[in-house]
């Protein structure tokens, strides 16, 4: 049983000793830091809007954008999340085409569309921001409908192509599995989100409920499957079997643990807090800490799935640690020093004392931190 059950959400911060006030100012801080620092923010505003801009590729992309949007709704800044989902919607959102009722995945800051493809991970999180921004401050009128806006994306991503509908889902009907992009033949690990589709499953129109019944469940299988038995290591990109994909795409090859692949643990951390439904599913991360072991260093290296090293840079050392530490919320506390939670706990205390990313490169780390730095103290929550 979960907190959807139980209301109530595990402090990971204060099971290790952490007081409310050292908790209050962490988070106070990193929100200052990553919506207002000068030099160090993320968000940045536009009028009556506001974006999220990928500082190391100068853009701004549907996955920080939504991801904005739902960590707004958790700090109760509705303000900020208006002006973030204006944004999306006048330069992300394509009304013809294709790819008609998706998000296009990057913009120019000017807002200029880079690219007409949307990424899957972007729709499932405005949905659900969407969804919870209805239920936590109430639905406005036209673009701040927005439960109303929230029914429709997840609408476009169950049913184009059908009824002679232009363009592709973003599931495959056949195995109720989210795809890399609507079309493909693959998957993303990281993109199986099984504690969203149970809540979409309750709030979709009544039509697309029962899908995201079947979703839950099948994105809990794969990530069973995706997720090496020993070493816990998920693929940035499998196929449905949940194995590595084992084929190089244009852009290189994406079959080892790598960037995305690591918020796969974040993922069902966070499902094991929401709904602790699938007892087998939540012990994958502890297997993945025992992997790395007592090195905080072992997570600058990148991996195969079966552990083997790869002479390949870490791009996100931080969102790796990050992830690792939110996944620990699917460990049961105890006091022992012979159980998982002291594994786990180690890593809560590694996160408490690893500072935001600065520079170039701090986009994508200090969004994870920044979930993870809710979801640890109890404040990633079902709105």
């Excluded at 100068?58 to 954008?65: I, V, Y």
């Excluded at 600058?300 to 552990?307: F, M």
């Amino acid at each position: 049983m979960g907190a959807f059950d139980t209301k109530i959400y595990r402090n990971l911060f204060k099971e290790i000793g952490k007081t409310d006030r050292e908790i209050e100012e962490k988070i106070n801080l990193a929100k200052e830091t990553f919506f207002y620092d000068a030099n160090e923010r993320i968000y940045h505003e536009d009028g009556d809007m506001g974006y999220l801009v990928d500082t190391g590729n100068n853009d701004a992309r549907t996955e920080g954008m939504s991801y904005g949007m739902m960590m707004c709704v958790q700090l109760d800044m509705k303000e900020e999340f208006d002006r973030i989902w204006r944004w999306a919607r006048k330069y992300m959102y394509m009304d013809e085409g294709e790819n008609e009722g998706y998000f296009a995945w990057s913009c120019q800051l000017d807002g200029t569309k880079n690219s007409d493809g949307p990424a899957p991970d972007g729709e499932e999180f405005f949905a659900m921001a969407l969804f919870m921004a209805s239920h936590r401050w109430g639905d406005g009128q036209g673009i701040l409908e927005y439960s109303y806006h929230a029914k429709d994306i997840l609408k476009a991503c169950i049913h184009k192509g059908e009824n002679g509908r232009m363009g592709s889902p973003m599931w495959n009907h056949e195995n109720h599995q989210i795809l890399f992009v609507p079309g493909s033949t693959h998957t993303d690990p990281s993109y199986h989100l099984p504690h969203f589709y149970e809540l979409f499953a309750l709030w979709a129109y009544d039509e697309d409920k029962e899908f995201f019944v079947k979703a839950a469940k099948a994105s809990r299988e794969y990530l069973k499957t995706a997720c090496h038995p020993t070493t816990g290591l998920n693929p940035e990109y499998g196929n449905f079997d949940g194995s590595p994909m084992d084929k190089e795409l244009p852009w290189g090859y994406f079959g080892d643990f790598f960037s995305d692949a690591y918020r796969t643990a974040a993922n069902i951390g966070l499902d094991a807090e929401w709904f602790g439904k699938d007892e087998d599913l939540a012990k994958i991360p502890v297997k993945m800490m025992n992997f790395f072991g007592t090195d905080l260093e072992a997570v600058r290296c990148t991996y195969k799935v079966d552990g083997t090293p790869v002479e390949r840079p870490v791009l996100h050392p931080l969102g790796l640690l990050s992830t690792i530490a939110q996944s620990c919320l699917a460990v049961p506390y105890s006091d022992s020093k012979d159980s998982d939670f002291a594994v786990a706990k180690r890593w809560v205390e590694w996160f408490w004392n690893q500072p935001m990313r600065k520079g170039i490169r701090r986009y994508y780390d200090n969004c994870l931190y920044m979930f993870a730095l809710l979801a640890l103290s109890g404040n990633y929550k079902i709105y």
